[in-house]
Nanobody, 122 residues
Framework: EVQFAESGGGLVQTGESLRLSCTVS????????IGWFRQAPGKEREGVSC????????VYRDSVEGRFTVSRDNAKNTVYLQMNSLEPEDTAVYYC???????????????WGQGTQVTVSS
């Protein structure tokens, strides 16, 4: 059984930072691209990032490029999403998913966990 455990969400003010963690079990972690997507109430799902084995090759959504950074620890089956300069528009439930694909403005995700809430107040 594939399991995803997201953590690190919380309530912050505009301009502050959070680091989300995702630990995955049940499949060969280094063999899969790991992604994050988010969903706010009443809005469609938005792809945030898709990270292959080499986290330097992460693809980011345009609106988070330069503010969010993904790092991947394959030995610990864990991926991190460092979120800086947070904005109210970033408010959503964030989900970790595998596998992922991203090209142009199109995102695809496989299985995911229960998510972690990120709330940014203005």
């Amino acid at each position: 059984e594939v399991q995803f455990a997201e953590s690190g969400g919380g309530l912050v003010q505009t301009g502050e930072s959070l680091r989300l963690s995702c630990t995955v079990s049940g499949f060969p972690f280094p063999d899969f691209a790991i992604g994050w997507f988010r969903q706010a109430p009443g809005k469609e799902r938005e792809g945030v990032s898709c990270t292959p084995t080499n986290d330097a090759n992460t693809v980011y959504r345009d609106s988070v490029e330069g503010r969010f950074t993904v790092s991947r620890d394959n030995a610990k089956n864990t991926v991190y999403l460092q979120m800086n300069s947070l904005e109210p528009e970033d408010t959503a439930v964030y989900y970790c998913a595998a596998p992922c694909e991203a090209w142009g403005s199109h995102w695809e995700f496989g299985s995911w966990g229960q998510g972690t809430q990120v709330t940014v107040s203005s």
